[in-house]
């Protein structure tokens, strides 16, 4: 069973302060990676994707890449209570996987003034 | 604005009843999924099309049903309904089979 693993959470920041997220997977195959924002009672949307190992930034957001050591995480700078929501780890494969994405449990994230 | 929409947003039926909730996408996207989501399951893979009469099996499709006979839409049927499949069910579609996935806006479902 191929599979992305995230730590649940609840995790829990002050406001401003930097919110680390983080993300397994066991599919050494995986070559593309996403986070996707979910707030409560939403629907997924995509806020980060990264294919390279390394830093990917967009603006308060940072996604890493480690394919060596099988992980992804999702870094928010200045976190704002507005950030408080639940955030799903997404690998995908390719070859015989075509087009589908595997998400982890997800982590909740709760930003507190 | 292209959107995807899904119907009914929540749903009560009886196990045993049969089922169908719809997805409809104006993305014109050929790539179009259904996934189911429960706590501490994230969200798992039930059906996926990549094309009009194209269907494929998920990681938990028994119980469920899928057709596709043109781009815009994917309902899911449920043949008979079983308190198990009380979830959240959400249609997406993706114009790349590596990029990004546009999600409907779930269709809560309760069996009871």
């Known amino acids: 069973q191929k599979e992305v693993e995230q730590n649940s959470g609840p995790l829990s920041v002050p406001e401003g302060a930097i919110a680390s997220l983080n993300c397994t997977y066991s599919?050494?195959?995986?070559?593309?990676f996403f986070w996707y924002r979910q707030y409560s009672g939403k629907s997924p949307e995509l806020i980060m994707s990264?294919?390279?190992?390394g830093d990917k930034e967009d603006g308060r957001f940072t996604a890493q890449l480690n394919k060596a050591s099988q992980y992804v995480s999702l870094l928010i700078r200045d976190s704002q209570p507005s950030d408080s929501a639940t955030y799903l780890c997404?690998?995908?494969?390719?070859?015989?996987?075509?087009?589908?994405?595997?998400f982890g449990q997800g982590t909740i994230l709760t930003v507190h003034p | 604005d292209a959107e995807i929409t899904q119907s009914p947003r929540h749903k009560i039926t009886e196990t045993g009843r049969q089922v169908t909730l719809a997805c409809h996408q104006t993305?014109?996207?050929?790539?179009m999924f259904w996934y189911r989501q429960d706590l501490g399951h994230g969200l798992r893979l039930i059906h996926y099309?990549?094309?009009?009469?194209?269907?494929n099996k998920g990681e938990v499709s028994d119980g469920y049903s899928v057709s596709r006979s043109n781009t815009e839409d994917l309902p899911l049927t449920l043949e008979s309904a079983a308190s198990s499949q009380t979830s959240v069910y959400f249609c997406?579609?993706?114009?790349?089979?590596?990029?990004?996935?546009?999600f409907g806006e779930g269709s809560r479902l309760t069996v009871l």
């Open positions: 997406a579609s993706a114009g790349l089979p590596d990029g990004e996935l546009f």
């Open positions: 993305w014109n996207h050929n790539n």
């Open positions: 099309s990549y094309g009009v009469h194209d269907t």
């Open positions: 990264i294919y390279s190992n």
């Open positions: 997404a690998s995908y494969a390719g070859g015989t996987s075509y087009g589908k994405l595997t």
């Open positions: 599919d050494r195959g995986s070559q593309s």
